[in-house]
């Protein structure tokens, strides 16, 4: 008779090992770089060519009375909250826009705002330069003179183009928040008298505070910390960001060590902040609407509504401007012939996709990490996320907190703490300076990616009942059994929406792709970049749109697999059908869940 | 198969949540673990499944200790089947696959593995359902196939964590006749949890009424409900007047009590001279004509008027004020089951007689009164 020991310390031993290799690869991807990173805030030398253990605060200090460092704070605050202000509203609009559309006008809205979703925000933003600026499509269309769109490159133009990339966070999150608010909500107000304004102010917009509260501060974590627009946009506007200062101290000769990690510092303090405000405020309250009495909302008018009307002409400018311009310019022989009809050429598309050619070459590096980052992410989440479900240890509890925590650390930051960490001298005797190597982008890339996957696949197996593994396991079946014939059918559609969400991120990922990149193999983003500094648009343009393509592509193919697999079964314990965000994780085991989309997408910066 | 339990504890953090728990579990003998919500029975059947771990005392099955202090036998070693309240079939299997999972699992020929399922599910009257998956099925055609499903790899006992619960009230009548046919067609020993005392009381050999995590009292479900040794007891096992009383004269089996103001007779029970309650079963107190002449019967008669009543089909339900006896200045309230219709106001008189009325102890936990007001339950 085989005897369980269940009490002894051994038990608590083999528990914590168990669990170990989780926090092991944590502390790899995640924590050895933040630490790196953060670690020269109190020691600047650190990274010096002569290593020195000396403490100093003056360098951090002197991050701070650099007015270009605080005139990019100031203006990342600015236009954070301002993005996120309006955003609020917009992203309001087309939520009710969507709800008083008819089902098939819904899902072309909803469609088109995930659209906006996971585009990558430089893609959006060389967009609108491509259109706006002097001599863009928009002049050349209506004959504007040249600086007719001064008034475009100040921080208010980029409030209003950012507010535009970053309202379907409100959007998503008050389309299912307006669902769930049931009919007998707003039906027991009308029969007790209670007019359409007053029900909307009194009943309606109160419940929906949550979900407002989520939206804008996602949106303006994601506005303050952005990378895509900082990258496309402060060469082109001189506008400074919080994000761009980072990338650029780690660009210049000699690295500004101190500044990079400062302003790292300050960037992740104030997203914390906000999202920490953001927990507190929906901590205090109780603004359930969803119970099982709740009748969901069955409202769907025949004919589009005002609002329905206006929310589709926001999303077509917020979507449709920016890649009609991308595409148009990517098929202009000459960008200075413009809108002219004979500069009309694929001539880009085919040198892009030369035979070792540059675009080529870039291109086939991205797919390559993708696909190697996607793998390692997808098994890496799944065995993490199994152990921080059922492993009982306090390392298990451990990786459970810090997959929560380091979920709302920005790309960028995670990237810079990647150059100091693997590029430090004592890995030099043990061979293993990874930076400027494939490895370290991948080893990037997944460490931006495992907190999320983590989080997806720790969604999707508490969402199954745990009846349903007691049960195989009074039945007689073994803990890899189990796994194998119960707990990997149930999740299959979130652990192939993993691979997918990573697959798709990393091919447009700017930030680690910038910092990290192996000499002389720049992967797509880079190349993409590279070219609009150059002002060589229609190259890049075209660049674009065939990753984009590919995105969508892969983005279809992934979203028919996991439909299918959710579809073969139909059972009501699915995968999560949601979309995570970094920010927010409200009840520290679930990760916040803003849609019942069946295939989740991971936004692109 | 039998089983055992001697002094089992468990506790989260410092709640105890099963208290000293000792019992026993004939072969063929089905048991029903019932209590309110929060009691610790379905505690106590996971830790016979081996999913949760006991701190104190043991779990013998068949004589072989499988759960004690520091260790537990897993559950995939202890061949027991599990009937769940969610049924928790597995979705993405079909019911042939949901059945033949544990054979599958003990590596029976397929040739074997096919007879089994097809016995098990003609046990449980689902034959040619095999392809079909869960979600294309009914809530009762999903408990046989929970049920089949833990029948098949022939477990020594089988547990039930309130099996019927999750099931419309007229479905639940149904299954519980099929159920018991089941267990009586299989002569597998069997634990059910369930905190609805009609189900207990119609199905099992054998009740452990909990409280507390603690037993508060066990046997068979007609001494339990004739016998019930405390107030808490009489209460959860069906609808009973608790009447605050106290013992005035005792002799031989009966003695003499007053509540409010009022001399009755019952039964002496478990109760001590303090903390005593009387109980009556609403259908057990006759409403006499006014003609009626006194019976050679022992007991009490006391006039009351009726304050409200309600119709329950077989039967009306009727709540009595009764004015307090002598000395006694306060009204009380009786609930009294009759087959006659009587209208709100009628002064009735109340034949209470002394075989069925019982001295309880007030366990102070499911009885409480206020003004001398009996308790209904």
Not at chain 1, 164 to 173: C, I, N, Q, S, T
Not at chain 2, 24 to 36: C, D, I, W
Not at chain 2, 299 to 311: E, H, K, P, W
Request: hydrophobic content about 50%.
């Amino acid at each position: 008779m085989k005897i369980s020991y269940n009490n002894s310390t051994w038990v608590r031993i083999r528990a914590t090992l168990t669990s170990a290799p989780s926090l092991v690869v944590i502390a790899i991807l995640i924590l050895y770089p933040l630490a790196a990173l953060f670690i020269q805030i109190v020691f600047p030398h650190l990274f010096d060519y002569h290593t020195s253990w000396r403490l100093s605060l003056q360098p951090f200090m002197q991050v701070f009375e650099d007015p270009a460092n605080l005139t990019a704070l100031l203006n990342s605050l600015v236009i954070g909250l301002g993005a996120a202000f309006i955003a609020t509203i917009i992203g309001t609009v087309t939520a009710f826009g969507s709800h008083r559309a008819p089902r098939t006008m819904r899902l072309l809205l909803d469609l088109t705002v995930w659209l906006i979703f996971f585009a990558p925000s430089y893609v959006i933003a060389q967009g609108w330069l491509i259109l706006m600026q002097s001599g863009g499509i928009l002049a050349q269309l209506f004959n504007l003179p040249p600086g007719w769109s001064n008034w475009f490159f100040t921080p208010e133009g980029l409030i209003v183009v950012m507010s535009l990339r970053y309202f379907p966070f409100v959007h998503l999150a008050m389309t299912q928040a307006i669902a769930n608010v049931g009919d007998e909500l707003s039906g027991s107000a009308r029969m007790l008298g209670a007019g359409k304004q007053r029900i909307f102010w009194r009943i309606t917009l109160p419940l929906l505070a949550p979900a407002l509260m989520a939206g804008a501060s996602i949106a303006f974590a994601e506005g303050f910390g952005d990378f895509g627009f900082a990258a496309a946009i402060t060469p082109q506007m001189q506008i400074p960001l919080l994000s761009y200062q980072i990338y650029a101290a780690l660009n210049e000769a000699p690295v500004n060590y101190s500044a990079a990690a400062g302003l790292s510092l300050l960037l992740v303090a104030v997203t914390a902040a906000v999202l920490a405000l953001q927990f507190r405020f929906l901590k205090t309250r109780s603004y359930a609407t969803l119970s099982t009495h709740t009748r969901r909302q069955t409202f769907a008018p025949k004919r589009l509504t005002p609002i329905s009307v206006v929310s589709f002409v926001i999303v077509l400018l917020a979507i449709g401007l920016p890649m009609i311009a991308t595409i148009s310019a990517s098929l202009w022989r000459h960008w200075a012939d413009g809108i002219a009809a004979s500069n009309w050429s694929v001539d880009h598309y085919t040198q892009a996709l030369q035979n070792g050619g540059q675009g080529l070459q870039a291109l086939s590096a991205s797919l390559a990490y993708a696909g190697i980052a996607a793998v390692a992410t997808m098994l890496l989440g799944l065995i993490m996320a199994l152990q921080v479900t059922f492993g009982k240890s306090l390392v298990s509890r451990a990786v459970n907190v810090l997959t929560i925590a380091t979920i709302a650390i920005p790309g960028l930051v995670l990237a810079a703490g990647f150059v100091f960490a693997w590029n430090a001298d004592w890995l030099i005797p043990i061979h293993l300076v990874l930076y400027g190597t494939v490895i370290c982008l991948d080893m990037a890339y997944i460490a931006g990616s495992l907190p999320y996957a983590i989080r997806l696949q720790i969604g999707a197996l508490t969402q199954v009942s745990a009846n349903l593994f007691t049960a195989a396991k009074v039945l007689g079946a073994k803990n890899a059994t189990v796994i194998r014939t119960i707990i990997l059918p149930l999740v299959d559609a979130t652990v192939v929406s993993t691979f997918f969400l990573t697959f798709t991120g990393v091919l447009f990922e700017l930030p680690a792709s910038s910092l990290l990149y192996p000499a002389g193999a720049p992967p797509l983003p880079v190349l993409i970049a590279a070219k609009f500094n150059a002002f060589e648009w229609a190259q890049g343009s075209a660049l674009t749109v065939i990753g984009m393509t590919i995105v969508l592509v892969i983005y279809g193919l992934g979203r028919y697999f996991a439909t299918r697999l959710l579809r073969r079964r139909d059972f009501a314990t699915s995968a999560p059908s949601a979309v995570v965000r970094k920010a927010v994780d409200h009840s520290g085991q679930h990760t916040q869940l803003l849609s019942d989309e069946p295939y989740p997408v991971q936004r692109m910066e | 198969m039998s089983f055992s339990l001697h002094d089992v504890t468990k506790r989260y953090n410092d709640k105890v949540v099963l208290d000293n728990i000792s019992l026993e579990v004939r072969q063929g003998q089905l048991l029903a673990l019932l209590g309110p919500s929060g009691c610790g029975k379905t505690t106590l059947l996971n830790a016979l499944a081996g999913v949760v771990d006991i701190e104190d005392g043991r779990i013998d099955l068949d004589g072989r200790r499988v759960s004690g202090p520091g260790f537990t036998m897993p559950p995939e070693r202890r061949n027991i089947g599990m009937v769940f309240q969610d049924f928790a079939l597995w979705p993405h299997m079909t019911v042939y696959e949901n059945v033949a999972f544990g054979l599958k699992v003990k590596r029976q020929a397929a040739s074997v593995i096919r007879a089994r399922v097809k016995e098990v599910l003609g046990i449980v009257q689902m034959e040619g359902y095999e392809p079909l998956f869960p979600q294309q099925l009914s809530g009762g055609q999903k408990q046989r196939i929970a049920i089949a499903r833990a029948l098949a790899p022939r477990p020594t006992v089988l547990l039930m964590d309130e099996p019927l619960s999750s099931l419309d009230a007229k479905l639940r009548e149904q299954m519980r006749w099929e159920l018991l046919h089941i267990m009586k067609t299989t002569g597998v020993t069997g634990v059910y949890v369930t905190h609805d005392q009609v189900e207990a009381l119609s199905m099992a050999d054998h009740i452990v009424l909990l409280h507390d995590g603690r037993i508060e009292q066990q046997g068979t479900p007609t001494f339990l409900y004739h016998h019930p040794a405390t107030a808490f007891v009489a209460s959860f096992l069906g609808a009973a007047n608790l009447l605050p009383c106290q013992v005035m004269d005792a002799a031989n089996e009966y003695a003499q009590v007053e509540w409010n103001g009022h001399r009755l007779y019952a039964r002496q029970g478990t109760a001590h001279s303090t903390d005593t309650r009387l109980l009556i079963r609403p259908s057990d107190i006759t409403v006499e004509q006014e003609t009626a002449q006194n019976t050679s019967e022992t007991g009490a008669r006391i006039t009351g008027q009726v304050i409200q009543r309600a119709f329950q089909g077989t039967v009306w339900q009727y709540r009595i004020r009764v004015s307090g006896g002598s000395g006694v200045s306060g009204d009380a309230t009786l609930e009294v089951w009759h087959h006659g219709e009587l209208p709100v106001n009628a002064t009735v008189r109340l034949w209470l007689p002394a075989d069925r009325c019982l001295t309880v102890a007030d366990s102070n936990t499911g009885a409480h009164h206020a003004g001398g007001r009996a308790r209904m339950v």
